[in-house]
């Protein structure tokens, strides 16, 4: 069955520090991967996605991610953490066939001035 | 651009009222999804339509939710009767034929 594992509930890193928030993925096939942010009192916002071709895909707001099959690993990453990237983030995988998306518990990002 | 919209943004209501949410989804997005997201059990399926067509509700308690979509513009969902376990912040999301979901704003609910 299909799973999503975002190890870190919480991480807090000061602003202007880089970020890697950790998402780990089961799944049989290829998958097809998201990114999503929510800020408090918002909804989901889609950060970016992978489906295939080239393995490190980038997104809105500075965000890029790393799909490694051999890890089953999708990483978030940002160079250097602005105050207003604190909100919580979401890892989901995709099968395209069901349309449903699994995700991940979350992972509320804090940021220190 | 386009987006997913949510009616009410908010929503007090007294247990046992009937409570309806609607959703507005992006047009040619043709896979509607209900979720509702909790502090302790997160981000929840409900049920979720394809094509107007109803594929999936085993996430939503069948005894008082149901959810429709009586046209492509509009999908519902429906508590009777509303009870204070049911509150919560309800989400309407809808994908493209690469499953990206978009999310609209949500509807936070208070059963007093």
């Known amino acids: 069955a299909q799973s999503v594992t975002q190890p870190d509930i919480h991480i807090t890193v000061s602003e202007g520090a880089s970020l890697e928030l950790r998402c780990n993925y089961s799944?049989?096939?290829?998958?097809?991967l998201f990114w999503y942010v929510q800020s408090p009192g918002q909804g989901l916002q889609l950060l970016l996605k992978y489906f295939s071709g080239d393995t490190l895909v980038q997104g809105i707001k500075g965000f890029e991610a790393e799909f490694k099959r051999s890890q089953s690993s999708f990483n978030l990453r940002k160079p250097s953490v602005h105050w207003s990237d604190a909100a919580e983030y979401f890892c989901?995988?995709?099968?395209?066939?069901?349309?449903?998306?699994?995700f991940g518990q979350g992972t509320t990002l804090q940021v220190k001035p | 651009d386009a987006r997913v919209t949510q009616t009410p943004r908010h929503k007090v209501t007294e247990m046992g009222q009937e409570v309806t949410m609607r959703c507005q989804p992006i047009l040619g997005h043709n896979t509607v999804f209900w979720y509702r997201q909790t502090m302790m059990q997160g981000l929840e399926l409900l049920a979720y339509?394809?094509?107007?067509?109803?594929?999936?509700d085993s996430g939503m308690p069948k005894d008082r939710f149901s959810a429709e979509m009586p046209d492509a513009t509009l999908a519902t969902l429906k508590i009777q009767p509303s009870e204070p376990r049911d509150s919560a912040v309800y989400f309407c999301a809808a994908s493209d034929t690469t499953d990206t979901q978009y999310f609209g704003p949500g509807t936070r609910l208070t059963v007093l």
């Open positions: 989901a995988v995709g099968s395209g066939n069901t349309g449903k998306l699994i």
């Open positions: 339509f394809r094509n107007r067509a109803p594929l999936d």
């Open positions: 799944y049989g096939a290829t998958p097809y």
